[in-house]
């Protein structure tokens, strides 16, 4: 099981992210069942779900749910390759286990236990210390905080996020790399440590024009195929909201450990809008489609990209080395009863 986290700052999108993501993972998981499982605590997989009820409904997710965020956690699961090959009397075996397993916690990056380890830089909250266990880091940037006003308040909102973000990093780096050292210690002969990072462009259809009109972007993101273009796109943005978390990633080598190829993906979700250049009035409500007899509609959102998502994982999960997989495992409890979406 390797530990995965979940970043964003104050009504980034996280909720109605995992919303989404739960969404997608019921639709695209029934249809590849056979290599991918998805497993969360029940309360996990109550708030996900509700979330997503709630947009089907045209609502994004209520203010009530805001404080549940730190506890949301669920597990991907993916077949792995060898697995596969091996015979079903194996394969049923508890002990022959099949599927390579990220399991992902979210934190709130302005909460109050974040908010005091970036200060004292100590790792007292059992929150922080899961946080800094992980070999996965998934970033949210909201993008209708993205704005062409470097005076205004929002700007520093996010130049404060990204520095917030960055300096995660490098904490994170400084884990893995003393975590290295102990395992060497016990005489585990280990690979140097390597970071998986992703980052997620939430709430894209609300990225303002002018914003795009000064980077020189089109509006429409390049397709899932054109991945060396997605990623220029996403840069183009991160450069200017997220430096320093961008260079982070992209060659920030501290202690000798390393940060994979970033991966890139655009989350959306489709609003009612008032007349053309005009903003809504009150609480946006969500348009949906594919009104049908047994399920009802569905919010209109970005699922290729959610299945991008989950796709990502599978070959991250299948990268991360074993001898992590097991440390970590010796490190943590037994996971809490899980029930299966
Ligand atoms: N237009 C648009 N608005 C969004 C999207 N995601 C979230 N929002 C808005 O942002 C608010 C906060 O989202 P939420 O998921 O609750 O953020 P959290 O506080 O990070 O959990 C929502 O109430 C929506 O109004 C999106 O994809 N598009
Ligand atoms: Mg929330």
Redesign the pocket.
Known sequence: MCPAAIL??????????LGLLYAAQVKYGTRVSDSFRFHAPLQSLRLMSQVYEGMKDAR??GAT??DE?TEIGFVFGYRKPLAGRLPASLKDKNWVNPFAKLSFAAFDVSGEDVQEFIETGVAASPIIQQLLKSHVVVT?VDC?KMTTEIDSPVFRQMLKYDSEVASLLVSLQTYKKQEFSRMKAQGLSVGNPVIYPAIVL?????IRDEVLVKLGLHRGVPDGKQKRKRKEYAEALLRVFMPQTLSQIRGGKVAGVNFDQAAYFF???R?ETAEAGMQPIG??RIVRKGFSAEGGAEPD?SYDDYVAFIEHFRDVANKVPDEIVEQTTLQTPAAPATATA
């Open positions: 964003g700052d104050r009504a980034c999108g996280k909720t109605t992210f994004f997710p749910l805001k965020m949210l209708s939430s709430k894209f259809d609300s989350s959306w979700v609003t609480v946006p959102f």
